[in-house]
Nanobody
Framework: QVQLVESGGGLVQAGGSLRLSCAAS????????MGWYCQAPGKKRELVAS???????KYADSVKGRFTISRDNAKNTVYLQMNSLKPEDTGVYYC??????????WGQGTQVTVSS
């Protein structure tokens, strides 16, 4: 089992920045991928960014150049630095991890609201 605790959401004006953090505990040695999904109101949950243990990163096209994912493997923590935020970035952001065996674990979600 892997447990995830997220922090860093909130309300920000358009053009502002937020930094999300997600700390993993438990069987952290089994974690391969760490990342973030966003579920906007009325929409399905979608990938925002992910990073593998080996450093491979993925970003949604809508956030490229504005968001940066990073991880500290020693602290089992993944971060999402969000700059130049737009109202369409509003949603619940979920941390997730995928193990080497394909198991997925999800955080409880943190609300990000960007006002225009």
């Amino acid at each position: 089992q892997v447990q995830l605790v997220e922090s860093g959401g909130g309300l920000v004006q358009a053009g502002g920045s937020l930094r999300l953090s997600c700390a993993a505990s438990g069987r952290t040695h089994e974690i391969n991928v760490m990342g973030w999904y966003c579920q906007a109101p009325g929409k399905k949950r979608e990938l925002v960014a992910s990073k593998s243990r080996g450093g491979r990163t993925k970003y949604a096209d809508s956030v490229k150049g504005r968001f940066t994912i990073s991880r500290d493997n020693a602290k089992n923590t993944v971060y999402l630095q969000m700059n130049s935020l737009k109202p369409e970035d509003t949603g619940v952001y979920y941390c997730y991890v995928e193990t080497f065996w394909g198991l997925e674990y999800w955080g409880q979600g943190t609300q990000v609201t960007v006002s225009s």
